[in-house]
Every structure is written in C-alpha cells, then in structure tokens.
C-alpha cells in the first residue's frame, strides 16, 4: 500500500519535469534561469543570448545588484524576453572536487527557492556550468533533476520545470536519465 502511494507521487512530480531542446530566450515561461557569472554583467553563451534578447534594460536593473556569489540567485524583470523574470545564477567553474557539486545543487536550490518566494509558477533551466565551465553534462544533469524533484516534493505550488539543451546531445542525455529513473 505504502509503495504504492510512494509510485503515484514520484509520477505527479515527473509530470511537472520537461526535458526540451532548443533557445531558453524563446520560452514563455514565468522565470528563464541564465548561467551567470559572480559580476552579473553579462558574458559569452546563454548568458549573452539572453542579454540580447531581453535588451539593454536587463544589464541596467543586473548593474544595481551588484553581483553575485558563486551558488547563490538573484531575480530581474525579463524585459524583451518573453519569460516575464530572469533568475540569474552562478555555476561553479568545474574543478573535480567535492565544493562542485554542492554549489551546483546550490545553484538549482536557490533559483527554485526564489522562484517560489516570487511566487512563480513556470522556471526553465540551461544546464548551469556544463558550458565554458566545463561541468560534465551527466553528472550535472543528475544534480539538476534530483535536485528539481526533491525541491517540487516539498513545494507543490510550482507547477513546471523544463530543462532546455541547445544540442541534441545534451538533450539525450536529459532524456536518458529521466527515462532511468522513471
Ligand atoms: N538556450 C539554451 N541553452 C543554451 C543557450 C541557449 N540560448 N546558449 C547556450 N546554451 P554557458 P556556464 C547552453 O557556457 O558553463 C558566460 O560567459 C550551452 O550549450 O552559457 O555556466 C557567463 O557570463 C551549455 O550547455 O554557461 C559566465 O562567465 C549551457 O547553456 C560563463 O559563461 C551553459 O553554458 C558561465 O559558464
């Protein structure tokens, strides 16, 4: 009877996960999370292609923060973007010691908490570091998606978290893990 009930809630909770490929700056969704750097002023990859599609308001509201530190989130209007908030956090540059995967889980527990506390209902994900920071894609896709499934167990208000790879193969390896733990 226990495992049972345990099985349904797993299912309710996998539903609210999506695995999709694509551009994070095309997404309508209440908060796009961006792979920042600790300035907040913009930079190369995901973090450039959602300055540029939110426009120059963005850097300007990013300028008045005054920066971030590694594994922590901060929140700014979307401006162009059609997501209406960008959460701005910061992944570890990945060093193969134990600190990288606690701030990654930091990374994704703390966007998920601000989220909440905005009261947000819909959050996409890049795959945070897994770029010029070099974290390997499974191990990180991993801490993503435990992290995300443990964070919507305890907080049901959230309705959706999509996690968005710009290649195929990146999104095969999303899809393979959700696949092995469904
Ligand atoms: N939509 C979805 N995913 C994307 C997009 C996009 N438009 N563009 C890139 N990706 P990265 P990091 C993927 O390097 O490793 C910046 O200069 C990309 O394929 O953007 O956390 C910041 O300012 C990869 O899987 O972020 C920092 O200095 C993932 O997004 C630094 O890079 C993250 O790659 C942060 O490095």
Redesign the pocket.
């Known amino acids: 009877m226990k495992a049972s009930k345990e099985v349904l809630m797993k299912k309710e909770i996998l539903e609210k996960i999506e695995i999709r490929q694509g ?3 095309r997404l309508d969704v209440d908060a796009i999370v961006n ?3 600790t300035k907040l002023l ?8 959602i300055h540029r599609a939110a426009g120059p308001e963005l850097l300007a509201e990013c300028r008045t923060i005054g920066g971030c530190p590694t594994g922590e989130a901060r929140i700014t209007r979307g401006y162009n973007l059609p997501a209406r908030h960008v959460i701005h956090t910061v ?1 570890p540059v990945y060093s193969g010691k134990p600190q990288d995967s606690r701030l990654l889980t930091d990374c994704y527990l703390n966007s998920l908490t601000l989220a909440v506390a905005n009261n947000l209902k819909t959050i996409a994900f ?8 070099g974290y390997p894609l499974k191990e990180a896709c991993k801490i993503a998606v435990d992290t995300s499934i443990e964070f919507i167990d305890r907080h049901p208000s959230l309705e959706k978290i999509i996690f ?4 195929e193969k ?1 999104f095969e390896v999303y899809q393979d893990y959700i696949k092995s733990i469904s």
């Open positions: 551009d994070i700056t792979a920042a750097n913009g930079g190369g990859g995901v973090d450039g292609a992944g890049p795959a945070i570091s897994c770029g010029v920071y968005i790879q710009f290649s990146d």
